[in-house]
Every structure is written in C-alpha cells, then in structure tokens.
C-alpha cells in the first residue's frame, strides 16, 4: 500500500483528526504527518503516570511477526514488572490496539515495537527517520516535536546552527496523540521525510513513549 511516487518539488501537508481515521490520511500522496488527536483514557493515562513514579529504567523492543491481517499480536510478558500496576490490562489492550490499526492500514506482517521510558532527549537534533513510516505516541511526559515544511534547510539536518530556535516555529505533538510520520523510504517520499526530534524533558522528569516500525 505504498503511495505511488510524486513529482518532484511536490508540496508535504499534515494531517489531524479527532476520530483514528485520520490516521489513514498518511496513505496520500502529500502528506507526510497523520496525527489522531486522541485524549489519553484516564485509565491509561493513570498508568502510565503510576509506571513514571517509580523511577525505575525501563527500555523494551519487540519484532511483532503477523501472519494475516486478523492475527492480534502477541505481547506476552511486554512490561511485565510493571503487572501489578492498577491499569496494566487496559495499557497492553491499547497497545495491542495500536499494533493491530498500525498493521491493518500498511499490510505490514512485521513490526518493530520499542516501548521505552526516557529522561533526556534520544534523538535532539532535528532529523528524517530513515525508514518508510514511523508511529510514535507519548503515554506520559512532552511529546515529540516536528516542523512544518520550509522552516529549516534539509541539507543542514543535524546543524545545531541551522534549527530555529523560535517556539512558535516548532510544532509538537500532544500526550496521547498518535502520529504517523512518513520517512525517507516511503516510496514517493524521498527527500519529504518529517523532519523532528526528541523533546527535551525538564529536569526531573521523563517520558513513557512507543514507536512502531513497519519492517515488511
């Protein structure tokens, strides 16, 4: 389900929605962002919150293997020492909710899940993810933040001098929201990838984050 390849110097729009048919909107030609502009459920947020005020290091990655498009994944044992947690049950059904969506709109049959709690930035500077689309949610803590087209030099990526520095230039994504972000091997997309980073927690405080990866 690939978009078919654009012409060059095409224009890259984004998208939002209230309902998670928006996120379908990443499947057009010009649009390198679907954004789903969901509010948390409390129940889910109250975990993830709970899971932060532990304090604890926390990093896991899954490959998801799926067979059809109805086989619901498997993630057995995911964050399994956070179980006793009160909301752990409606955390892995979201999960497995996101996986299934996320499989179901790409055909994908294998995806790269990371489910990991952060206290700094991962990725600071501004970059394209080298990869055909990436979803990225925050449970808890800031969310990622992303720039509109034209509001840096792409051939600058990685140049602390060359990002703006002005907040209203730099766009972020909400807790809870769930965003597609098309990368450089989306067919069609070279050179359109979204560019973003990793938002700098304030001292103190950390981010409960997922990323799924459609690897085939």
């Known amino acids: 389900m690939l978009a078919l390849k654009t012409l060059p110097g095409s224009i890259r729009h984004q998208s939002f929605g209230q309902t998670p048919q928006a996120l379908a909107n990443i499947l057009d030609d010009e ?10 459920p409390l129940h889910i947020a109250e975990f993830a ?28 044992g995911l964050a ?6 009160e909301g752990y049950e409606g955390f892995i059904s979201d999960l497995k909710w996101l996986v ?8 994908a049959r294998r995806i790269g899940l990371r489910l990991r709690v952060l206290d700094k930035a991962m990725c600071p500077r501004f970059h394209v993810d080298h990869v055909p689309v990436r ?3 925050t449970y808890s803590g800031v969310g990622s933040e992303w720039l509109r087209e034209g509001e840096m030099d792409r051939r600058q990526l990685g140049q602390p001098q060359a990002e703006p520095r002005e907040t209203s230039r730099i766009q972020q994504l909400n807790r809870g929201e769930v965003a597609l972000l098309k990368g450089e091997k989306w067919h ?26 459609w690897l085939g």
């Not at 649009?31 to 948390?40: P, Y």
């Not at 926390?58 to 619901?72: F, G, H, N, Q, R």
């Not at 069609?188 to 984050?209: D, T, V, W």
Request: charged residues 20%; negative net charge.
């Open 31 to 40: 649009t390198n962002l679907a954004v789903w502009q969901r509010q948390l």
């Open 100 to 107: 299934s969506a996320f499989a179901c709109l790409l055909g």
């Open 80 to 85: 399994s020492g956070f179980r006793d947690l």
């Open 135 to 137: 979803l990225i949610t």
């Open 49 to 76: 919150d709970l899971l932060l005020s532990l304090n604890e290091p926390y990093a896991e990655a899954l490959c998801l293997e799926l067979p059809d498009e109805d086989a619901e994944p498997d993630l057995t």
């Open 188 to 213: 069609g997309n070279e050179g359109f990838g979204l560019i973003h980073r990793s938002p700098q927690p304030a001292p103190g405080e950390r981010r409960l984050m997922l990323t799924l990866d």
